[in-house]
């Protein structure tokens, strides 16, 4: 360090320094000591030189400037528990790049700890929240987030060659501009080079050796289906010395349950649109019908009360871990962690993928593959610290280069080319498909950080991943997942009239059904039902939600069929 000081005089000695003291871990943070100024000394010479050059559509902006600098990002998931720092793939980003980031995940309700934000507009740089949320919309309106359009033009063009024309055009606004980018995004174009290979994180699984024990029953029917359950219930009446539960379903919430809403409708195939016009599909006969086999199902003590009460995504994935169920219709991508901890212990007590819930007719399951939605969306606040990296960092995070950084980490440590393709080295990859979370700890990669991950990129690296026990539910979805696209972003404004009445449909529909599923009778169930729907069919602002959604609709099909890329 001695000698780089005597030669602080010429600026790229000056940068060597520099990028040592960034290699170390000093961010520039509040010290007292003299490395500190040192350190500022250069950065501020840096940046000095940095803004000579101007961005460039060819090349990525935050090449400009990668002195060290601290980004906060809000992750609207309570249960996303990952750092930065101190694994290869965040190490690596941080020394290339300059970025550091600080997670703020919501330690309870998620969206009371935004609303909060929102009301006191004390929004952090970042914010990564699921696309489907109010939250995207009240910030949008609000005037609380930044174009991202109009951030690339003034700092970083780079952004319009990696960003793909459909998804942002899927996600202009009526003022012209676009505000989010989404990850796990796949347009009409990704579906016809990628399709044969997409999945679905919807699933009905069983626990392989009660189900082998039992004969492999079809539960695709509600006879057996619910003989199944009983069956294992009779057989297997506990488990480690804590009682058996025979079906597991997603978290009931103010909105509904996933289980019991989208993904049995899916398993169903029950369509959204019939001619042209958007279908109710909580009033099909058939959906009732399961819905009915579900109200059985507790009758006959087979959903015991915790199933209603608790089954948050902690005390879900803890159940899962101890193979307390015997079947679930859940989001597998959920839980590949813990069944790869139980397959390693004994790959007969693992969750495998069967034919669940059918239709009379036995259609194949329509499930929902990655649509141009995509799963979440980033959003740069008005409260970002700085413009400019916060936009060269998105555009790298979204580009080829950055997903390949998030996936296999820092080539010639966790990945090389190997057989002239880019791929994990082999320690690598056993650790990732036998200890997820060592390997997370350890590596970081694999998109531990999802936010801005292309889920179609990754498809050039994955040699030598199709490991079990996740290869035997992915490829059950296979050829079953679809592109549901147009139905994504039909919800009226939530700022409106009407918005806010579907909200409030929304939530009675989430408070009825489990007094459906509880009802002592089918006819009272059917009492339960009529009044639900007599309750929103009444409400003045029934009509308009109606042709709201049908008119998003009508416009997502015509945006589908004009996509760049088509």
Known sequence: MDKLRKSAMLLLAMMTCWTLAACSGNFGTSSNGSAEDHTNSNANLIEAD???????????????????????????????????????????????????????????????????????????????????????????????????????????????????????????????????YPNASSSPADYQKYGQFFTSNQSFVVRKDMYEALGKPDMSTPEGFLGALKAAKEKFPEVDGQPLIPIGLHEFTETGNYSLDAYLQNFLAIPQQKN?????????????????????????????????????????????????????????????????????????????????PANDAHDAPTLAGNGISGWTVTLISKNVKDKKRAIAFLSYLLSEEGNKDLYLGEKGVTYDTIDGKDQFLPEVLHLLNSDRQAFDSKYGGSYMYWMLMDTNMKLAWMTGMDAEPAKQIADWTKGKAISMSEFDILDPDPTTKEGIAEDQHIRLWAETLPKLL?????????????????????????????????AAYERNVQKLKSSPNQ
Do not use: C, H
Not at 74 to 101: A, E, H, P, Q
């Open 50 to 180: 940095s803004s000579q050059k101007k961005p460039s559509p060819d090349e990525p902006a935050w090449k400009l400037d990668t002195t060290p600098i601290t980004f906060d990002w809000y992750i609207n998931f309570d249960w996303f528990n990952s750092k930065w720092g101190g694994n290869v793939v965040s190490d690596y980003i941080t020394k290339k790049t300059g970025v550091s980031l600080n997670f703020i995940v919501p330690a309870g309700d998620a969206s009371e700890k935004l609303n909060t934000m929102m009301a006191a507009r004390s929004l952090p740089d970042f914010i990564t929240l699921g696309w489907y949320e109010e939250a995207v919309q009240k910030m949008i309106k609000g005037d609380m987030m930044l174009p991202l359009n109009e951030l690339a033009d003034q700092y970083d063009p780079y952004f319009f060659k990696v960003a793909d024309p459909a998804k942002l055009s899927w996600y202009t606004q009526a003022d012209g501009n676009v505000y989010g």
């Open 276 to 356: 042209g016009k958007l279908y109710d599909r909580r009033s099909d006969p058939t959906y009732l019908k399961w819905l009915k086999v579900f109200r059985q199902a507790n009758e006959d003590g087979l959903m015991p009360t915790d199933v209603y009460l608790d089954e948050k995504r902690l005390e879900k994935d803890e159940k899962i871990s101890q193979g307390r169920y015997f079947a679930m219709l859940y989001q597998w991508s959920d839980f590949t962690e813990i069944n790869q901890a139980l397959y390693q212990k004994d790959p007969n007590k693992v969750y495998i993928a069967i034919d669940g």
């Open 518 to 550: 509880m009802s002592k009778s089918d006819a009272e169930f059917d009492e339960l039902f009529t009044e639900f729907m007599n309750s929103i069919t009444a409400d003045p602002e029934y009509e308009a939600i109606v042709a709201s959604r049908q």
